[in-house]
């Protein structure tokens, strides 16, 4: 029997029971009902890696490299890119499936909505928009002072590009920065193709630099035979723990691929396409970033690197000093390229959250010609462009760091569910209601009629004891006893393994929460903290244990779409991404989770005023997913 629920109930439930309009959950195709707002399907592979290519490798591997091989690594820097590579890889992973199952704008935020639920999708969201606000302000106000550098000095720029500090305060404008990001909103809005190749033209000049860089910086270390690795501490100068901590400082090098799930509804072929994209953009930016590490740490000792200009300085000590403004001029490209694609995600991320009623629908416009989300790339890009004008928010770069993880975690979150207790329901407009009906009528008399036959059979072996063919009926109806309640008994056992897995996900996140943070806050006492580690560990093996003996749903098969990547390895895979990022978020600073955490605040607000009660999922019937089909012929057939 079809069994439907509304979600107006839902509603009613915030002032009664609790806050179970948090878990509405909407389809895959979630455009299926609603149209309009296409937008163009444009991209392929190459304009994919363009993507993930020029907004992962940013200025920061011409800074990171002095700071960890300094601090942490030494001259194992490249295993700790290595090891975060491996990292990174585990959410590329996740991502990759799940951009193929579900390729539709909005990244993370609309992956969540699917599997966990409107309250966290809203989060995310809203983290997301805090993140690539404060990314691309931050990568904009540092192209200035670079491309002061390839013109000659500090104050080279044009008096009306320079900088200026406005008399009586202490607010440093950057007409330049300002500039940069208006003329790429500008880009923006004309198409998604030709963004992407002017991006692409950027990236290659980028990645070019950085060739030279290897190249040129291998050729002068065979010369001085490697003097960088020749130190008295050896290669593990600070010991395992320190390869490790370098890991985690240059970790944040790789964010950036997700950008290209942002795109997914533009890609030609996502199925195929956006797994092939993340992989290769990362692949790509793993290997250059071993290679440049290794041939800068080879230079020069890494003790005598400058943690601001690294490679610049490590080639002026060889006596290359031409080569300085090479480097110079990439650190502006890497730049240039970063904030075209920290740009470029978020009107999509509005344009999600708009489809879905969270955010006014001007959002979601999407211009007849270009194809792309004018109205809030305009939005965006002024907003950006006025921070980036009055705000120096160096200070609030750790912000963006909590966007991308708390995605990254959720990603992976969202696999185990998808894997292990899939969505069995499908929420309808209120205007499918009719359809509904009917459908539900009919399978309610279809199960009336088997009841019936059901019955006739067991009462045959009495009534027509002389018919062969009856008796054998009734013979098997004795020896296998109501195939009905078989059936249900089936069901049954279904649910409570999709109730084993839900648990032993909740006990995998709440183990991963205890333990990380019992293992990073060192001012705990002794005995609570290894009390808790214990806790922690226990349930987290306890939840994988049992997601492991229990198995996966076979209704994933049919979840989204079908035929493109697999994600391996789970649940392990999945429960390492989630050990690993919750690990690096739990030790952010405090000063960046309290910035955070008024942001959050706001957006709980916003939430609960505005986009609880004009979610498009308010008032919606949730049908088995099996029924979809039918009430959609159905409505035709009405109609």
Same mark, same amino acid.
């Given at each position: 029997?079809?069994?439907?629920?509304?979600?107006?109930?839902?509603?009613?439930?915030?002032?009664?029971?609790?806050?179970?309009?948090?878990?509405?959950?909407?389809?895959?195709?979630?455009?299926?009902?609603?149209?309009?707002?296409?937008?163009?399907?444009?991209?392929?592979?190459?304009?994919?890696?363009?993507?993930?290519?020029?907004?992962?490798?940013?200025?920061?591997? @011409?800074?990171? #490299? /002095?700071?960890?091989?300094?601090?942490?690594? %030494?001259? *194992? !820097?490249?295993?700790?890119?290595? &090891?975060? $590579?491996?990292?990174?890889?585990?959410?590329?992973?996740?991502?990759?499936?799940?951009?193929?199952?579900?390729?539709?704008?909005?990244?993370?935020?609309?992956?969540? @909505?699917?599997? #966990? /639920?409107?309250?966290?999708?809203?989060?995310? %969201?809203? *983290? !997301?928009?805090?993140?690539?606000? &404060?990314? $691309?302000?931050?990568?904009?106000?540092?192209?200035?002072?670079?491309?002061?550098?390839?013109?000659?000095?500090?104050?080279?720029?044009?008096?009306?590009?320079?900088?200026?500090?406005?008399? /009586?305060?202490?607010?440093?404008?950057?007409?330049?920065? *300002?500039?940069?990001?208006?003329?790429?909103?500008?880009?923006?809005?004309?198409?998604?193709?030709?963004?992407?190749?002017?991006?692409?033209?950027?990236?290659?000049?980028?990645?070019?630099?950085?060739?030279?860089?290897?190249?040129?910086?291998?050729?002068?270390?065979?010369?001085?035979?490697?003097?960088?690795?020749?130190?008295?501490?050896?290669?593990?100068?600070?010991?395992?723990?320190?390869?490790?901590?370098?890991?985690?400082?240059?970790?944040?090098?790789?964010?950036?691929?997700?950008?290209?799930?942002?795109?997914?509804?533009?890609?030609?072929?996502?199925?195929?396409?956006?797994?092939?994209?993340?992989?290769?953009?990362?692949?790509?930016?793993?290997?250059?970033?071993?290679?440049?590490?290794?041939?800068?740490?080879?230079?020069?000792?890494?003790?005598?690197?400058?943690?601001?200009?690294?490679?610049?300085?490590?080639?002026?000590?060889?006596?290359?000093?031409?080569?300085?403004?090479?480097?110079?001029?990439?650190?502006?490209?890497?730049?240039?390229?970063?904030?075209?694609?920290?740009?470029?995600?978020?009107?999509?991320?509005?344009?999600?959250?708009?489809?879905?009623?969270?955010?006014?629908?001007?959002?979601?416009?999407?211009?007849?010609?270009?194809?792309?989300?004018?109205?809030?790339?305009?939005?965006?890009?002024?907003?950006?462009?006025?921070?980036?004008?009055?705000?120096?928010?160096?200070?609030?770069?750790?912000?963006?760091?909590?966007?991308?993880?708390?995605?990254?975690?959720?990603?992976?979150?969202?696999?185990?569910?998808?894997?292990?207790?899939?969505?069995?329901?499908?929420?309808?407009?209120?205007?499918?209601?009719?359809?509904?009906?009917?459908?539900?009528?009919?399978?309610?008399?279809?199960?009336?009629?088997?009841?019936?036959?059901?019955?006739?059979?067991?009462?045959?072996?009495?009534?027509?004891?002389?018919?062969?063919?009856?008796?054998?009926?009734?013979?098997?109806?004795?020896?296998?006893?109501?195939?009905?309640?078989?059936?249900?008994?089936?069901?049954?056992?279904?649910?409570?393994?999709?109730?084993?897995?839900?648990?032993?996900?909740?006990?995998?996140?709440?183990?991963?929460?205890?333990?990380?943070?019992?293992?990073?806050?060192?001012?705990?006492?002794?005995?609570?903290?290894?009390?808790?580690?214990?806790?922690?560990?226990?349930?987290?093996?306890?939840?994988?244990?049992?997601?492991?003996?229990?198995?996966?749903?076979?209704?994933?098969?049919?979840?989204?779409?079908?035929?493109?990547?697999?994600?391996?390895?789970?649940?392990?895979?999945?429960?390492?991404?989630?050990?690993?990022?919750?690990?690096?978020?739990?030790?952010?600073?405090?000063?960046?989770?309290?910035?955070?955490?008024?942001?959050?605040?706001?957006?709980?607000?916003?939430?609960?005023?505005?986009?609880?009660?004009?979610?498009?999922?308010?008032?919606?019937?949730?049908?088995?997913?099996?029924?979809?089909?039918?009430?959609?012929?159905?409505?035709?057939?009405?109609?």
């Amino acid at each position: 029997m079809m069994e439907f629920r509304e979600g107006a109930a839902e509603e009613k439930a915030f002032s009664g029971v609790g806050f179970r309009f948090l878990t509405r959950r909407k389809q895959v195709d979630s455009n299926r009902t609603g149209g309009g707002h296409q937008l163009a399907k444009a991209l392929s592979v190459p304009q994919l890696v363009v993507i993930g290519v020029g907004t992962t490798i940013g200025a920061g591997v @011409y800074v990171l #490299v /002095g700071t960890a091989a300094r601090e942490h690594s %030494g001259p *194992a !820097l490249t295993i700790s890119f290595l &090891i975060a $590579g491996i990292a990174a890889a585990l959410s590329a992973f996740c991502y990759a499936e799940l951009s193929s199952r579900c390729p539709s704008a909005g990244s993370a935020y609309h992956y969540s @909505y699917i599997c #966990v /639920g409107e309250g966290v999708a809203w989060i995310v %969201g809203w *983290a !997301l928009i805090l993140e690539y606000t &404060i990314g $691309g302000a931050a990568v904009a106000r540092g192209i200035s002072p670079n491309l002061a550098l390839v013109f000659g000095g500090k104050d080279s720029l044009p008096s009306f590009l320079a900088r200026v500090q406005i008399p /009586g305060t202490d607010i440093v404008v950057d007409p330049c920065a *300002a500039s940069l990001v208006l003329i790429v909103t500008i880009l923006l809005c004309l198409g998604i193709k030709e963004s992407t190749f002017v991006q692409g033209i950027v990236t290659t000049l980028n990645v070019c630099v950085l060739l030279f860089v290897i190249i040129a910086g291998g050729y002068i270390c065979f010369q001085t035979g490697w003097v960088g690795y020749s130190v008295t501490g050896g290669y593990f100068p600070y010991g395992v723990n320190g390869v490790l901590a370098g890991s985690a400082t240059v970790f944040f090098a790789f964010i950036g691929f997700d950008s290209v799930a942002s795109t997914a509804e533009e890609v030609k072929n996502p199925q195929r396409d956006l797994p092939l994209g993340i992989a290769a953009a990362l692949t790509i930016c793993c290997s250059l970033y071993m290679m440049v590490s290794m041939v800068v740490v080879g230079l020069v000792p890494y003790f005598a690197l400058d943690p601001d200009t690294p490679i610049s300085s490590a080639f002026a000590r060889n006596d290359v000093h031409w080569a300085v403004y090479i480097i110079t001029s990439g650190a502006c490209l890497a730049l240039c390229s970063a904030l075209m694609g920290s740009m470029l995600p978020q009107p999509r991320i509005l344009m999600a959250m708009s489809r879905d009623g969270l955010l006014p629908s001007f959002f979601s416009d999407v211009n007849e010609h270009t194809k792309v989300p004018v109205k809030s790339t305009i939005v965006t890009g002024v907003f950006a462009s006025s921070l980036t004008f009055f705000m120096d928010v160096s200070q609030l770069a750790g912000m963006v760091s909590v966007g991308t993880l708390l995605a990254f975690t959720i990603v992976a979150v969202s696999i185990l569910i998808l894997r292990y207790v899939p969505p069995s329901e499908v929420p309808l407009p209120s205007s499918f209601q009719e359809s509904i009906d009917s459908v539900s009528f009919r399978n309610n008399s279809q199960n009336n009629e088997e009841k019936a036959a059901s019955s006739e059979i067991t009462c045959s072996k009495h009534d027509q004891e002389d018919d062969d063919i009856s008796e054998a009926i009734s013979k098997e109806s004795f020896d296998y006893p109501l195939i009905v309640k078989e059936t249900s008994k089936e069901n049954l056992n279904e649910e409570a393994r999709r109730q084993k897995a839900a648990w032993s996900i909740a006990f995998v996140c709440a183990g991963v929460l205890i333990l990380t943070i019992s293992a990073s806050y060192s001012f705990l006492p002794d005995f609570l903290r290894y009390t808790a580690c214990s806790a922690g560990g226990l349930l987290l093996l306890a939840g994988l244990f049992v997601l492991y003996w229990i198995g996966q749903d076979n209704a994933r098969h049919s979840f989204g779409h079908a035929g493109g990547f697999i994600c391996p390895f789970v649940p392990f895979l999945p429960v390492c991404c989630i050990l690993v990022n919750t690990y690096l978020l739990v030790n952010l600073s405090a000063g960046t989770w309290l910035r955070v955490s008024v942001w959050l605040l706001l957006g709980i607000v916003v939430y609960l005023f505005y986009g609880r009660t004009r979610s498009s999922l308010t008032g919606v019937i949730y049908v088995p997913g099996a029924h979809v089909d039918e009430i959609f012929k159905a409505s035709e057939f009405v109609a």
